[in-house]
């Protein structure tokens, strides 16, 4: 019921940044919670950020302060910057959205890549 539309992965040197953009689309609830996952080859899926419809965020460790993510609830759309990328931010990057209050739901993009060269 619910679509997400990923943008704004690419290239990068090591040392810049990139702006990735989600943005849900179809049957959205206000009560959500919208998120960036990555996975590299090899690795598992692991938590970037979350945010909540109320503004509380979750960032994973390996992110280190890097990552900022914000939200704009007019257009249900969620950022994620990336500062400083290095070789080790490379992966597919999945934005999410879930609700865990009734109608639940859980949804996924199909994932942007990222490549960040040294």
């Known amino acids: 019921q619910v679509q997400l539309e990923e943008s704004g992965g690419g290239w990068v040197q090591a040392g810049g940044s990139l702006r990735l953009s989600c943005a849900a689309v179809?049957?959205?609830?206000?009560?959500?919670?919208m998120g960036w996952y990555r996975q590299a080859p090899g690795n598992q899926r692991e938590l970037v950020a979350t945010i909540s419809s109320g503004g509380t965020t979750d960032y994973g460790s390996s992110v280190e302060g890097r990552f900022t993510i914000t939200r704009d609830n007019r257009i249900n759309t969620v950022y994620l910057q990336g500062n400083n990328l290095q070789p080790e931010d490379t992966a597919v990057y999945y934005c999410?959205?879930?609700?865990?209050?009734?109608?639940?739901?859980?949804?996924w993009g199909k994932g942007t890549l990222v490549t960040v060269s040294s």
């Open positions: 179809g049957n959205v609830f206000s009560n959500s919670i």
């Open positions: 999410n959205w879930r609700r865990r209050v009734t109608p639940v739901g859980n949804y």
